[in-house]
């Protein structure tokens, strides 16, 4: 079955940085394009960041935008967000999470209802 495992949250000070890793398997990962979103303390659920399958594309919200890196290595099956510049605000549980489907417009990939699968998230913290 379809497995999202991610790992390498941490508590980090303002302005340090984090690398986040997303283990897949279950599935065929190269096939299909991958996501990263948080949830805050008392928020919803909040979409990070989207990679396209093949990693040709990449889309970032614009909380993030020039902080946050999404790659993925399809040899390994592994999704990565490389957090930098961090601040208190980008404080959350950060979830990997799988495309519904292996054709995914560009109009979807920030949109969380077009996801299926999603782990169970790694715990980030920022703060002096």
């Known amino acids: 079955q379809v497995q999202l495992v991610e790992s390498g949250g941490d508590l980090a000070q303002p302005g340090g940085s984090l690398r986040l890793s997303c283990a897949a398997s279950?599935?065929?990962?190269?096939?299909?394009?991958m996501s990263w979103a948080r949830q805050a303390p008392g928020k919803g659920l909040e979409w990070v960041s989207g990679i396209y399958s093949d990693g040709s594309f990449t889309y970032y919200a614009d909380s993030v935008k020039g902080r946050f890196t999404i790659s993925r290595d399809n040899a390994k099956n592994t999704l990565y967000l490389q957090m930098n510049s961090l601040k208190p605000e980008d404080t959350a549980l950060y979830v990997c999470?799988?495309?519904?489907?292996?054709?995914?417009?560009?109009?979807?990939?920030?949109?969380?209802?077009?996801?299926?699968?999603w782990g169970q998230g790694t715990q980030v913290t920022v703060s002096s």
């Open positions: 999470a799988k495309a519904r489907s292996v054709v995914t417009p560009s109009s979807q990939l920030t949109k969380l209802g077009h996801y299926d699968y």
């Open positions: 279950g599935f065929t990962f190269s096939s299909y394009a």
